[in-house]
Nanobody, 125 residues
Framework: QVQLVESGGGLVQAGGSLRLSCAAS??????????MGWFRQAPGKEREFVAT????????YYADSAKGRFTISRDNAENTVYLQMKSLKPEDTAVYYC????????????????WGQGTQVTVSS
């Protein structure tokens, strides 16, 4: 069992930035064994992929909407994954979730075994 807790969301103006954090805890495999991902869900929409990072942090993948603006990173010593978001747009408004899985990074929400509770990001125009 792994618990994931997101933090760092808030209200920002368009063009601003936020850094989201996801802290992992619990029993089982070490944090450094997990592929981690960030997803988001706006009201009335499906949960969508944002970014993912391999267990060692060497490889990252981004949704087209995130490329060039968002950066996913991890600090395995701190059991934490981050999402640095810059040049935020109103369409980035959503609840952001972190998730964990074993194996290759996936750009879809299924087959991520563990999920956080989400943190709200609101971008005003």
């Amino acid at each position: 069992q792994v618990q994931l807790v997101e933090s760092g969301g808030g209200l920002v103006q368009a063009g601003g930035s936020l850094r989201l954090s996801c802290a992992a805890s619990g029993s089982g495999r070490t944090f450094s064994s997990y592929t981690m991902g960030w997803f988001r869900q706006a009201p009335g929409k499906e949960r969508e992929f944002v970014a993912t990072i391999t267990s060692g942090g060497r490889t990252t993948y981004y949704a087209d909407s995130a490329k060039g603006r968002f950066t996913i990173s991890r600090d395995n010593a701190e059991n934490t994954v981050y999402l640095q978001m810059k040049s935020l747009k109103p369409e980035d408004t959503a609840v952001y979730y972190c998730a964990a899985r074993f194996g290759r990074p996936l750009m879809v929400p299924y087959d991520y075994a563990y999920w956080g509770q989400g943190t709200q990001v609101t971008v005003s125009s």
